[in-house]
Protein backbone atom coordinates (compact mmCIF):
# COMPACT_ATOMS: atom_id res chain seq x y z
CA UNK A 1 0.00 0.00 0.00
CA UNK A 2 1.69 3.43 -1.03
CA UNK A 3 2.30 5.55 2.10
CA UNK A 4 0.97 8.92 3.03
CA UNK A 5 3.31 11.80 1.97
CA UNK A 6 3.20 13.83 5.12
CA UNK A 7 4.74 17.51 3.38
CA UNK A 8 7.43 18.27 1.40
CA UNK A 9 10.91 19.13 1.77
CA UNK A 10 13.65 19.65 0.01
CA UNK A 11 16.88 17.84 0.21
CA UNK A 12 17.09 14.82 2.53
CA UNK A 13 20.30 13.71 3.69
CA UNK A 14 20.97 10.05 5.06
CA UNK A 15 23.54 9.58 7.79
CA UNK A 16 24.57 11.84 10.57
CA UNK A 17 28.43 11.00 10.93
CA UNK A 18 30.55 13.95 9.47
CA UNK A 19 29.57 14.55 5.56
CA UNK A 20 25.63 14.54 6.17
CA UNK A 21 26.10 17.31 9.64
CA UNK A 22 28.84 19.69 7.45
CA UNK A 23 26.21 19.44 4.04
CA UNK A 24 23.66 20.16 6.22
CA UNK A 25 24.93 23.18 7.71
CA UNK A 26 26.42 24.86 4.18
CA UNK A 27 23.17 23.83 2.75
CA UNK A 28 20.77 25.63 5.10
CA UNK A 29 23.92 28.69 5.09
CA UNK A 30 22.54 28.80 1.42
CA UNK A 31 18.97 28.84 2.04
CA UNK A 32 17.47 25.43 1.49
CA UNK A 33 15.60 23.27 3.63
CA UNK A 34 17.09 20.04 5.00
CA UNK A 35 16.16 17.01 6.44
CA UNK A 36 18.87 14.91 8.26
CA UNK A 37 17.69 11.32 8.50
CA UNK A 38 20.33 8.46 11.30
CA UNK A 39 19.90 5.12 11.91
CA UNK A 40 21.45 5.31 15.37
CA UNK A 41 19.17 6.43 18.05
CA UNK A 42 21.50 9.39 18.44
CA UNK A 43 24.93 10.86 17.04
CA UNK A 44 27.62 8.04 17.29
CA UNK A 45 30.11 7.81 19.69
CA UNK A 46 33.26 5.48 19.20
CA UNK A 47 35.41 5.03 16.64
CA UNK A 48 39.45 5.85 16.19
CA UNK A 49 41.16 9.12 16.71
CA UNK A 50 41.84 11.21 13.39
CA UNK A 51 44.68 13.57 12.66
CA UNK A 52 42.34 16.95 11.50
CA UNK A 53 44.49 19.30 9.19
CA UNK A 54 44.34 20.34 5.61
CA UNK A 55 41.27 21.41 3.14
CA UNK A 56 39.05 19.94 6.46
CA UNK A 57 40.43 21.81 8.74
CA UNK A 58 40.64 25.06 6.82
CA UNK A 59 36.49 24.31 5.79
CA UNK A 60 36.53 23.72 9.88
CA UNK A 61 38.22 27.26 10.27
CA UNK A 62 35.22 28.75 7.80
CA UNK A 63 32.54 26.94 9.82
CA UNK A 64 33.81 28.69 12.95
CA UNK A 65 34.20 25.28 14.84
CA UNK A 66 37.95 24.76 14.47
CA UNK A 67 38.42 26.05 18.05
CA UNK A 68 35.73 24.00 19.37
CA UNK A 69 37.36 20.96 17.69
CA UNK A 70 41.07 22.01 18.53
CA UNK A 71 39.46 22.10 22.40
CA UNK A 72 38.45 18.38 22.07
CA UNK A 73 41.58 17.76 20.43
CA UNK A 74 44.98 16.20 21.77
CA UNK A 75 48.40 17.79 20.96
CA UNK A 76 49.88 14.15 20.41
CA UNK A 77 53.69 14.45 20.82
CA UNK A 78 55.29 11.26 19.72
CA UNK A 79 54.20 7.81 17.84
CA UNK A 80 56.10 5.18 19.56
CA UNK A 81 56.23 1.73 18.35
CA UNK A 82 57.07 -1.05 21.08
CA UNK A 83 58.23 -4.76 21.23
CA UNK A 84 57.04 -7.81 23.01
CA UNK A 85 58.42 -6.38 26.29
CA UNK A 86 57.11 -3.09 25.68
CA UNK A 87 60.70 -1.15 25.07
CA UNK A 88 60.81 1.31 21.91
CA UNK A 89 61.51 -0.13 18.96
CA UNK A 90 61.24 3.15 16.57
CA UNK A 91 58.79 6.05 16.27
CA UNK A 92 58.99 10.27 15.74
CA UNK A 93 58.06 13.32 17.52
CA UNK A 94 54.63 14.37 16.14
CA UNK A 95 56.03 17.97 16.25
CA UNK A 96 56.52 17.41 12.65
CA UNK A 97 53.09 17.67 12.00
CA UNK A 98 52.65 21.20 13.57
CA UNK A 99 55.64 22.34 11.87
CA UNK A 100 54.59 21.68 8.56
CA UNK A 101 51.26 22.88 8.15
CA UNK A 102 52.00 25.56 10.32
CA UNK A 103 50.25 24.38 13.61
CA UNK A 104 46.87 23.76 11.44
CA UNK A 105 46.43 20.47 12.46
CA UNK A 106 45.18 18.14 15.56
CA UNK A 107 44.01 14.57 16.59
CA UNK A 108 41.01 14.72 17.56
CA UNK A 109 38.26 11.64 18.45
CA UNK A 110 36.27 10.88 15.17
CA UNK A 111 32.97 10.83 17.66
CA UNK A 112 34.26 14.61 18.91
CA UNK A 113 34.43 15.85 15.04
CA UNK A 114 31.25 14.49 13.92
CA UNK A 115 28.99 15.59 17.69
CA UNK A 116 30.70 19.44 16.90
CA UNK A 117 29.70 19.35 13.27
CA UNK A 118 26.28 18.52 14.81
CA UNK A 119 25.90 21.28 17.42
CA UNK A 120 26.86 23.50 14.74
CA UNK A 121 23.47 22.48 12.91
CA UNK A 122 20.88 21.04 15.72
CA UNK A 123 18.00 22.85 16.24
CA UNK A 124 18.04 24.54 12.93
CA UNK A 125 17.51 21.82 10.67
CA UNK A 126 15.41 18.91 11.29
CA UNK A 127 16.72 15.35 12.42
CA UNK A 128 15.50 12.29 12.51
CA UNK A 129 16.73 9.56 14.68
CA UNK A 130 16.48 5.97 14.69
CA UNK A 131 15.27 5.79 11.10
CA UNK A 132 16.39 5.24 7.63
CA UNK A 133 15.97 6.22 3.75
CA UNK A 134 14.25 2.87 2.79
CA UNK A 135 13.27 3.25 -0.82
CA UNK A 136 13.52 6.07 -3.35
CA UNK A 137 11.10 6.62 -6.44
CA UNK A 138 12.44 9.68 -8.42
CA UNK A 139 10.06 11.46 -11.11
CA UNK A 140 10.06 14.39 -12.83
CA UNK A 141 9.51 17.16 -10.45
CA UNK A 142 11.65 15.40 -7.57
CA UNK A 143 12.00 12.21 -5.57
CA UNK A 144 9.16 10.20 -3.64
CA UNK A 145 11.68 9.32 -0.57
CA UNK A 146 10.42 6.15 1.67
CA UNK A 147 11.65 5.60 4.84
CA UNK A 148 11.61 2.72 7.48
CA UNK A 149 9.28 4.42 10.00
CA UNK A 150 8.53 8.30 9.02
CA UNK A 151 5.87 8.76 6.33
CA UNK A 152 7.48 9.30 2.89
CA UNK A 153 8.18 12.64 1.69
CA UNK A 154 8.57 14.72 -1.61
CA UNK A 155 12.08 15.94 -2.00
CA UNK A 156 14.11 17.70 -4.74
CA UNK A 157 17.38 16.13 -4.42
CA UNK A 158 18.52 13.05 -1.93
CA UNK A 159 21.91 13.13 -0.35
CA UNK A 160 23.66 9.53 0.79
CA UNK A 161 26.30 10.76 3.69
CA UNK A 162 25.48 7.43 5.28
CA UNK A 163 28.96 6.38 5.10
CA UNK A 164 31.17 3.05 3.77
CA UNK A 165 28.39 0.99 3.66
CA UNK A 166 25.75 3.39 2.10
CA UNK A 167 22.10 2.25 1.94
CA UNK A 168 21.38 5.26 -0.83
CA UNK A 169 24.24 3.64 -2.94
CA UNK A 170 22.90 0.76 -3.17
CA UNK A 171 19.39 1.91 -3.72
CA UNK A 172 20.34 4.27 -6.63
CA UNK A 173 23.25 2.96 -7.63
CA UNK A 174 23.90 -0.98 -7.11
CA UNK A 175 25.47 -3.25 -4.67
CA UNK A 176 28.07 -2.87 -2.42
CA UNK A 177 30.71 -5.55 -4.21
CA UNK A 178 30.14 -3.05 -7.29
CA UNK A 179 32.22 -0.22 -5.50
CA UNK A 180 33.94 -1.64 -2.39
CA UNK A 181 37.40 -2.14 -2.69
CA UNK A 182 38.92 -4.17 0.38
CA UNK A 183 42.67 -2.95 0.96
CA UNK A 184 42.92 -6.23 2.80
CA UNK A 185 43.07 -5.39 6.06
CA UNK A 186 39.98 -5.44 9.08
CA UNK A 187 39.76 -2.80 11.89
CA UNK A 188 38.61 -2.54 15.24
CA UNK A 189 38.24 0.09 18.04
CA UNK A 190 36.93 0.83 21.51
CA UNK A 191 37.28 2.84 24.82
CA UNK A 192 37.85 1.81 28.08
CA UNK A 193 38.39 3.74 31.57
CA UNK A 194 40.88 3.50 34.29
CA UNK A 195 43.69 1.78 32.43
CA UNK A 196 47.37 1.93 33.40
CA UNK A 197 49.77 2.87 32.25
CA UNK A 198 49.07 5.76 30.52
CA UNK A 199 51.50 7.16 28.29
CA UNK A 200 49.94 10.96 27.87
CA UNK A 201 50.11 12.37 24.17
CA UNK A 202 51.47 9.33 23.36
CA UNK A 203 50.74 7.48 20.62
CA UNK A 204 51.73 3.70 21.77
CA UNK A 205 51.88 1.39 19.00
CA UNK A 206 52.81 -2.84 19.16
CA UNK A 207 53.65 -4.38 15.46
CA UNK A 208 52.95 -8.36 15.31
CA UNK A 209 53.26 -10.01 11.78
CA UNK A 210 50.49 -8.29 9.40
CA UNK A 211 48.58 -6.66 13.19
CA UNK A 212 49.11 -3.93 15.23
CA UNK A 213 47.48 -2.89 18.17
CA UNK A 214 47.84 0.61 20.07
CA UNK A 215 46.74 2.78 22.33
CA UNK A 216 46.24 6.98 23.30
CA UNK A 217 45.18 8.06 26.64
CA UNK A 218 42.28 10.19 26.37
CA UNK A 219 40.65 12.59 28.78
CA UNK A 220 38.39 11.25 31.42
CA UNK A 221 41.08 8.63 32.76
CA UNK A 222 39.65 6.89 29.20
CA UNK A 223 41.82 4.78 26.86
CA UNK A 224 41.21 4.35 23.35
CA UNK A 225 42.59 0.81 21.41
CA UNK A 226 42.93 0.45 17.43
CA UNK A 227 43.43 -3.20 16.12
CA UNK A 228 44.64 -3.38 12.73
CA UNK A 229 45.27 -6.33 11.37
CA UNK A 230 45.26 -8.02 7.91
CA UNK A 231 42.54 -10.00 6.48
CA UNK A 232 44.37 -13.73 6.69
CA UNK A 233 43.86 -13.10 10.47
CA UNK A 234 40.40 -13.20 10.15
CA UNK A 235 38.60 -15.94 11.57
CA UNK A 236 35.41 -16.18 12.34
CA UNK A 237 32.69 -13.49 12.50
CA UNK A 238 32.25 -12.45 15.95
CA UNK A 239 34.58 -9.14 16.63
CA UNK A 240 35.78 -9.93 19.69
CA UNK A 241 36.35 -13.70 19.49
CA UNK A 242 37.85 -12.62 15.72
CA UNK A 243 40.51 -9.79 18.41
CA UNK A 244 40.79 -12.78 20.84
CA UNK A 245 42.06 -15.18 18.42
CA UNK A 246 44.28 -12.81 16.12
CA UNK A 247 46.14 -11.17 18.64
CA UNK A 248 46.42 -14.00 21.28
CA UNK A 249 50.09 -14.81 22.50
CA UNK A 250 51.11 -11.08 21.34
CA UNK A 251 53.03 -10.30 24.32
CA UNK A 252 53.33 -6.28 25.42
CA UNK A 253 49.80 -5.30 27.37
CA UNK A 254 47.94 -8.05 25.70
CA UNK A 255 46.49 -10.07 28.69
CA UNK A 256 45.35 -6.77 30.08
CA UNK A 257 43.81 -5.41 26.76
CA UNK A 258 41.77 -8.59 26.26
CA UNK A 259 40.34 -8.47 29.87
CA UNK A 260 39.27 -4.78 28.91
CA UNK A 261 38.59 -6.23 25.57
CA UNK A 262 35.91 -8.65 27.08
CA UNK A 263 34.35 -5.82 29.34
CA UNK A 264 33.95 -3.36 26.24
CA UNK A 265 31.10 -2.18 25.32
CA UNK A 266 30.72 0.03 21.82
CA UNK A 267 33.20 -1.58 19.35
CA UNK A 268 33.93 -0.24 16.06
CA UNK A 269 34.66 -3.10 13.63
CA UNK A 270 34.99 -3.30 9.79
CA UNK A 271 37.04 -3.77 6.75
CA UNK A 272 39.60 -1.39 5.64
CA UNK A 273 38.45 -0.35 2.26
CA UNK A 274 37.88 1.59 -0.17
CA UNK A 275 34.66 3.22 -2.64
CA UNK A 276 35.50 3.94 -5.79
CA UNK A 277 32.80 4.74 -8.51
CA UNK A 278 32.79 6.23 -11.86
CA UNK A 279 29.86 8.51 -10.80
CA UNK A 280 28.90 10.04 -7.24
CA UNK A 281 25.67 11.42 -8.65
CA UNK A 282 22.54 10.10 -10.88
CA UNK A 283 19.63 11.98 -11.33
CA UNK A 284 18.65 13.76 -8.26
CA UNK A 285 20.85 11.74 -5.75
CA UNK A 286 24.64 12.30 -4.90
CA UNK A 287 26.71 11.12 -2.35
CA UNK A 288 29.19 12.34 -0.10
CA UNK A 289 31.68 11.26 2.35
CA UNK A 290 32.65 7.81 2.22
CA UNK A 291 29.59 6.86 0.77
CA UNK A 292 30.82 8.60 -2.37
CA UNK A 293 34.26 7.84 -2.08
CA UNK A 294 35.74 6.25 1.32
CA UNK A 295 39.64 6.60 1.22
CA UNK A 296 39.99 4.02 4.04
CA UNK A 297 41.94 5.25 7.19
CA UNK A 298 45.14 3.89 5.50
CA UNK A 299 44.64 7.84 3.63
CA UNK A 300 44.64 9.50 7.44
CA UNK A 301 42.57 12.02 6.50
CA UNK A 302 38.77 10.62 5.44
CA UNK A 303 37.17 12.79 8.41
CA UNK A 304 38.37 16.18 6.54
CA UNK A 305 37.73 15.26 3.08
CA UNK A 306 34.28 14.05 3.88
CA UNK A 307 34.16 17.88 5.21
CA UNK A 308 35.55 19.33 1.99
CA UNK A 309 33.37 17.17 -0.50
CA UNK A 310 30.33 18.55 1.34
CA UNK A 311 31.52 22.03 1.38
CA UNK A 312 31.43 21.76 -2.11
CA UNK A 313 28.75 19.52 -3.05
CA UNK A 314 26.91 22.52 -1.33
CA UNK A 315 28.69 25.65 -2.58
CA UNK A 316 28.36 23.98 -6.44
CA UNK A 317 24.43 24.16 -5.67
CA UNK A 318 24.49 27.34 -4.64
CA UNK A 319 27.02 28.29 -8.05
CA UNK A 320 24.79 26.93 -10.10
CA UNK A 321 21.81 28.77 -8.87
CA UNK A 322 19.45 25.60 -8.87
CA UNK A 323 20.58 23.41 -11.68
CA UNK A 324 21.28 20.75 -10.01
CA UNK A 325 22.34 18.95 -12.81
CA UNK A 326 25.13 21.36 -13.65
CA UNK A 327 26.10 21.72 -10.06
CA UNK A 328 26.14 17.89 -9.46
CA UNK A 329 28.27 17.55 -12.86
CA UNK A 330 30.75 20.32 -11.04
CA UNK A 331 30.97 18.72 -7.70
CA UNK A 332 32.30 15.42 -9.92
CA UNK A 333 34.51 17.52 -11.50
CA UNK A 334 36.55 19.92 -8.94
CA UNK A 335 36.81 16.37 -6.60
CA UNK A 336 36.93 12.83 -8.09
CA UNK A 337 40.78 12.98 -9.93
CA UNK A 338 41.76 14.73 -6.39
CA UNK A 339 40.07 11.83 -4.36
CA UNK A 340 41.19 9.46 -6.97
CA UNK A 341 45.12 10.88 -6.16
CA UNK A 342 43.99 10.30 -2.24
CA UNK A 343 42.53 6.71 -2.99
CA UNK A 344 45.85 5.61 -5.13
CA UNK A 345 48.14 6.82 -2.44
CA UNK A 346 46.51 5.37 0.30
CA UNK A 347 46.18 2.14 -1.11
CA UNK A 348 50.17 1.73 -1.69
CA UNK A 349 50.46 2.88 1.87
CA UNK A 350 47.89 -0.28 3.15
CA UNK A 351 50.23 -2.61 1.26
CA UNK A 352 53.05 -1.71 3.90
CA UNK A 353 51.39 -0.43 6.86
CA UNK A 354 51.51 -3.98 9.26
CA UNK A 355 54.00 -5.58 7.69
CA UNK A 356 53.88 -9.03 7.40
CA UNK A 357 57.30 -10.36 8.91
CA UNK A 358 59.38 -9.75 11.90
CA UNK A 359 61.79 -8.50 9.84
CA UNK A 360 59.46 -6.39 7.97
CA UNK A 361 58.45 -4.23 11.14
CA UNK A 362 62.25 -4.19 12.13
CA UNK A 363 62.72 -2.60 8.66
CA UNK A 364 59.55 0.22 9.28
CA UNK A 365 60.84 0.59 12.81
CA UNK A 366 64.43 1.80 11.85
CA UNK A 367 62.80 3.77 8.61
CA UNK A 368 60.65 5.52 11.45
CA UNK A 369 63.84 6.10 13.72
CA UNK A 370 65.07 8.25 10.47
CA UNK A 371 61.96 10.70 11.15
CA UNK A 372 64.03 12.18 13.96
CA UNK A 373 66.08 14.30 11.31
CA UNK A 374 63.72 17.16 11.41
CA UNK A 375 64.71 18.07 7.47
CA UNK A 376 63.87 14.25 6.64
CA UNK A 377 60.45 14.17 8.71
CA UNK A 378 59.82 17.78 7.20
CA UNK A 379 60.46 16.35 3.63
CA UNK A 380 58.38 13.42 4.10
CA UNK A 381 55.14 14.52 6.21
CA UNK A 382 55.32 17.45 3.98
CA UNK A 383 54.74 15.58 0.97
CA UNK A 384 51.97 13.38 2.67
CA UNK A 385 49.93 16.31 3.83
CA UNK A 386 50.21 18.89 0.84
CA UNK A 387 46.07 18.73 -0.37
CA UNK A 388 46.74 19.78 -3.89
CA UNK A 389 43.12 21.09 -4.38
CA UNK A 390 42.14 24.68 -4.74
CA UNK A 391 39.27 25.42 -2.21
CA UNK A 392 36.64 28.11 -3.97
CA UNK A 393 35.32 30.86 -1.81
CA UNK A 394 31.38 30.23 -2.97
CA UNK A 395 30.65 33.55 -1.53
CA UNK A 396 28.63 31.49 1.84
CA UNK A 397 27.47 33.93 5.25
CA UNK A 398 30.17 33.69 7.16
CA UNK A 399 29.59 32.98 10.75
C1 LIG B 1 30.92 4.88 14.96
C2 LIG B 1 31.95 5.05 13.88
C3 LIG B 1 33.28 4.77 14.16
C4 LIG B 1 34.24 4.90 13.18
N1 LIG B 1 35.53 4.56 13.46
C5 LIG B 1 36.42 4.45 12.47
C6 LIG B 1 37.69 3.88 12.69
O1 LIG B 1 38.03 3.44 13.80
N2 LIG B 1 38.55 3.80 11.64
C7 LIG B 1 38.20 4.27 10.38
O2 LIG B 1 38.98 4.17 9.44
N3 LIG B 1 37.02 4.85 10.15
C8 LIG B 1 36.11 4.92 11.14
N4 LIG B 1 34.87 5.42 10.88
C9 LIG B 1 34.62 6.02 9.55
C10 LIG B 1 35.02 7.51 9.51
O3 LIG B 1 34.31 8.18 10.48
C11 LIG B 1 34.70 8.07 8.12
O4 LIG B 1 35.71 7.60 7.25
C12 LIG B 1 34.73 9.56 7.92
O5 LIG B 1 34.44 10.26 9.07
C13 LIG B 1 33.78 9.97 6.76
O6 LIG B 1 32.54 10.39 7.27
P1 LIG B 1 31.11 10.04 6.66
O7 LIG B 1 30.19 11.03 7.27
O8 LIG B 1 31.17 9.92 5.20
O9 LIG B 1 30.78 8.60 7.20
P2 LIG B 1 30.53 8.09 8.76
O10 LIG B 1 31.35 8.94 9.64
O11 LIG B 1 30.76 6.66 8.67
O12 LIG B 1 29.01 8.46 8.98
C14 LIG B 1 27.94 7.79 8.35
C15 LIG B 1 26.71 7.93 9.22
O13 LIG B 1 25.61 7.35 8.53
C16 LIG B 1 24.89 6.54 9.42
N5 LIG B 1 24.19 5.51 8.66
C17 LIG B 1 24.69 4.36 8.16
N6 LIG B 1 23.74 3.69 7.51
C18 LIG B 1 22.60 4.44 7.59
C19 LIG B 1 21.29 4.27 7.10
N7 LIG B 1 20.93 3.20 6.38
N8 LIG B 1 20.39 5.23 7.36
C20 LIG B 1 20.71 6.34 8.09
N9 LIG B 1 21.95 6.53 8.58
C21 LIG B 1 22.89 5.60 8.32
C22 LIG B 1 25.92 6.01 10.39
O14 LIG B 1 25.34 5.59 11.61
C23 LIG B 1 26.82 7.22 10.56
O15 LIG B 1 26.37 8.06 11.60
C24 LIG B 1 33.89 5.33 11.85
C25 LIG B 1 32.56 5.63 11.57
C26 LIG B 1 31.57 5.48 12.57
C27 LIG B 1 30.12 5.75 12.24
Redesign the pocket.
Known amino acids: MPRRVSHTVKIVI ?7 PALAYWLTKAGHEVLL ?4 PR ?6 I ?1 DFWGIGYEIAERMGVVGEIRRLGYPVREVRFVGRDGRKRGGFEVSVFGRVTRDRFTSVP ?2 D ?2 ATLYRAIEGKVEAIFG ?3 AALDEHDEGVRVSFDHAPAREADLVIG ?7 VRRLAFGADPEFIVPLGYH ?1 A ?1 FEVEGYRPRDELVYVSHGLPGRQVSRFTLRGDRTLF ?1 FVFRDEYLRGEEPKAVLREAFAGSGWEWPRIEEELARAGDL ?1 F ?1 T ?1 SQVRMERWTKGRIAL ?4 AA ?4 MAGE ?2 G ?2 IAEAYILAGELQACAGDFRAAFARYEQRLMPFLRRKQASAATFASSFAPRTSLGIAFRNAMTRLMRVPAIADRLIGRELRDDIELPDYGFPRP
Do not use: K, Q, W
Open positions: NGIGVAGVEAAVREGGYIRSVSDSVADGLHSRVALYDVVGDACVSLGTLA
